[in-house]
Structure formats: structure tokens, C-alpha cells
């Protein structure tokens, strides 16, 4: 079965710092692996997914990550942080399409922005 | 193009009330359909889903209900709310089980609030 854990439930940087957002995932089989942003009382947004092509992947509003299956991670960063860009951060990994699957999320990392 | 809209955004309920929140999907047909909530600091709970007109599955044991009326709708239930039963309520589709390529796109949400 997959898991996905983030590490640090809670992250604070300074706007203009580097974002570092941890995801380690654990899967019997290539990952699909995905971020998601969600702002207060909204639904989740799709930032960016791998889906095993390229291995470092682009996503909206700056930010990238990197799949490193060594590591089994997929860790979210963005050169410079925004304000714009506090709220709550999900990672996800699915074994892609099939009857059965699910896509599995982690328990979110709160990133917060100090002016 | 696809959407997803959910409704209400809000609601307070007394307890003991009945519930029923509606989540359509446009632009599509056979939808996965997904229910999650979202309880103070304890990240994504899926609680049921749905990969066809009838067939529901059940993530978790509790108060709540769905069902699969349409293909395109998916409905939240409960005859009689509980305290804990306050949350976020976010719904969400997928072309294929686990996400597939795209992952899940969620609605906008619902906040519920138990009183």
C-alpha cells in the first residue's frame, strides 16, 4: 500500500525566502505523485504532479519539485516566497489508474509567509 | 471543460437535524466521485466513494451517508447530525480510480457547523 508523510506540520519563512516543503512517499510500484495547495475555506488546487516523465516538474505560482526515488521523495520548494502563498500544502501518491486505487494523501504542512 | 460545484459553502445545523450536501460534475460522464472532510488539525478523511451510478463505497464508520442518484451527482447524508459531525466537506472527481494522470479535482467545499 502507499503512504505519503510530511514532514513539519507547520513551516514559517520569510517572504522572498526559499519555500522547502518535505514529502516522502512509500510505494510498491512507480508513483504518481502529486501537490496540492489548499487557501483557507477553499478546495484543493493541483500545483503539480509526476507522473514518470520528466523528474523534476514545474508547477503554477513558481513552484517545482523533484522526484528522487533513492530518497523516495518529492519535496516541493520555490526560489522565493510570496505572501500570497501562505496556506496548506498536500501531497499525495497514487498507483495510478486501476480499479481499487485511491489517491493518498498526506497530512498537510501549513506554510506560513512573515512580512 | 470539466467542473465541479458543490453547494451549499456554508451551513449551520442544529443537532439532530437531518444533512444533505450535493456535489455535480459537468462536462464528463462516469466519474469517479469522492466525499472528504476536513476536521479541525486532522488533515484529508475520505469518507465514501463512488465509481458509478448505485455503488458506494463506505471509507469509514459514522454517521453520515451517500449516495450516487445520477452519474454526475453525488450526495452527502445524515438523518441526524452529531457535534462531531461539524467540518469541512470537500468533494471531488477523478476520470479513473487513484487519479490516474490527473489526480482528483475538488469542489469548493462546504463548512458544516454543528450546533
Known amino acids: 500500500a502507499q503512504s505519503v508523510t510530511q514532514l513539519g506540520s507547520h513551516v514559517s519563512v520569510s517572504e522572498g525566502a526559499l519555500v522547502l516543503l518535505r514529502c516522502n512517499y512509500s510505494s510498491s510500484v512507480p508513483p504518481y505523485l502529486f501537490w496540492y495547495v489548499q487557501y483557507p475555506n477553499q478546495g484543493l488546487q493541483l500545483l503539480l504532479k509526476y507522473t514518470s516523465a520528466a523528474t523534476l516538474v514545474k508547477g503554477i505560482n513558481g513552484f517545482e519539485a523533484e522526484f528522487k526515488k533513492s530518497e523516495t521523495s518529492f519535496h516541493l520548494t520555490k526560489p522565493s516566497a510570496h505572501m500570497s502563498d501562505a496556506a496548506e500544502y498536500f501531497c499525495?501518491?497514487?498507483?495510478?489508474?486501476?480499479?481499487?486505487?485511491?489517491?493518498?494523501f498526506g497530512a498537510g504542512t501549513i506554510l506560513r509567509v512573515k512580512s | 471543460s470539466q467542473t465541479i460545484h458543490q453547494w451549499p459553502a456554508t451551513l449551520v445545523q442544529p443537532v439532530g437535524s437531518p444533512l444533505s450536501l450535493e456535489c455535480t460534475v459537468e462536462g464528463t460522464s462516469n466519474p469517479n466521485l469522492y466525499w472528504y472532510r476536513q476536521a479541525a488539525g486532522r488533515g484529508l478523511q475520505l469518507l465514501f466513494y463512488?465509481?458509478?451510478?448505485?455503488?458506494i463505497s463506505s471509507e469509514v464508520p459514522q454517521n453520515l451517508s451517500a449516495s450516487r442518484p445520477q452519474d454526475r451527482q453525488f450526495i452527502l447524508s445524515s438523518k441526524k447530525l452529531l457535534l462531531s459531525d461539524s467540518g469541512f466537506y470537500l468533494c471531488?472527481?477523478?476520470?479513473?480510480?487513484?487519479?490516474?494522470?490527473?489526480?482528483?479535482?475538488f469542489g469548493s467545499g462546504t463548512r458544516l457547523t454543528v450546533v
Open positions: 463512488s465509481v458509478g451510478i448505485g455503488q
Open positions: 499525495a501518491v497514487s498507483r495510478g489508474s486501476g480499479y481499487g486505487n485511491k489517491l493518498v
Open positions: 471531488a472527481w477523478s476520470r479513473s480510480s487513484g487519479g490516474g494522470l490527473d489526480g482528483y479535482t
